[in-house]
């Protein structure tokens, strides 16, 4: 129960990762504000853990939207009477393989304005709230913020900028006894991974897996990088803020 009486909002929390971590999250005592687009896979997760004696909630978000974000974040607020755990989780990688002079001007603004515009908005109007609670932010970054990957230069700015932003709101706030954490997860098995790879051929798929595939020679499970993020809301990680810490099976390592 390490976030017993916590209240936490975590962004695209309806799938994925984000579910991973929701999931956990009222593992471990946590109230849950499940912030997401997919409407119906959100609100059957709130339910499910509702019915099982959880307290989740779920409102439909475009995190893109200052105005939508700002109504998500006093939501949470007054329902559960504060806020002491922002996981910002919500992203999306490109349509296709781009060079960076092929990239669609469009698809660049949409990476853009989820992953990084879409972190900024909820650290943005989750602040004032954490500074009273003395909370935390875990941002979901990705390995792809510390290396480069071929073909995803937009994927690959957006997340170096989450890291940047990470690091940037741990060295304002911690006066303010707010901290600021990334993970940077490699490849997960997550629907979006699955819908990424639904584009190429199957001869092709196998092939960018082990392009993607570290040392350990699998890809991760999302309840692994859940773990991570539970690690960095907790208070067995007091210490440690502006951390980008990998969970990649040591992609980045070699």
């Not at 200052?66 to 002491?84: I, K, N, P, S, Y």
């Not at 755990?85 to 949409?110: H, M, Q, S």
């Not at 082990?210 to 699998?218: A, C, K, Y």
Request: net charge negative; charged share 20%.
């Amino acid at each position: 129960m390490r976030l017993k009486q916590k209240t936490a909002l975590v962004t695209g929390g309806a799938k994925g990762i984000g579910e991973s971590i929701v999931r956990l999250f009222v593992q471990e005592g946590a109230q849950v504000f499940i912030a997401d687009l997919a409407e119906p896979e959100g609100t059957a997760l709130a339910e499910e853990l509702t019915a099982a004696g959880g307290r989740v909630i779920f409102r439909r978000t475009d995190v893109t939207k200052a105005d939508d974000v700002e109504r998500t974040v006093q939501a949470a607020v007054e329902c559960f009477g504060g806020l002491d755990v922002l996981v910002n989780d919500a992203g999306v990688t490109e349509k296709d393989d781009y060079c960076l002079e092929n990239e669609p001007i469009e698809e660049w603004n949409r990476v853009m304005s989820i992953n990084l515009q879409g972190t900024f908005l909820n650290c943005r109007y989750a602040l004032p709230h954490l500074k009273k609670s003395k909370g935390c932010i875990v941002n979901v970054a990705s390995m792809a913020g510390m290396i480069a990957l071929r073909y995803c230069a937009a994927y690959c700015a957006s997340k170096t900028g989450v890291i940047g932003l990470t690091r940037a709101i741990a060295a304002d706030y911690a006066t303010y006894g707010v901290r600021a954490n990334a993970v940077c997860p490699g490849p997960c098995e997550t629907p979006l991974l699955k819908q990424y790879f639904s584009a190429f051929p199957p001869e092709e798929v196998e092939a960018k897996v082990r392009r993607l595939t570290g040392p350990v020679g699998r890809m991760c499970q999302p309840e692994e990088i859940a773990r991570a993020v539970l690690f960095l809301a907790s208070s067995d990680s007091s210490y440690i803020t502006g951390a980008a810490i990998a969970v990649d099976g040591g992609f980045t390592a070699v």
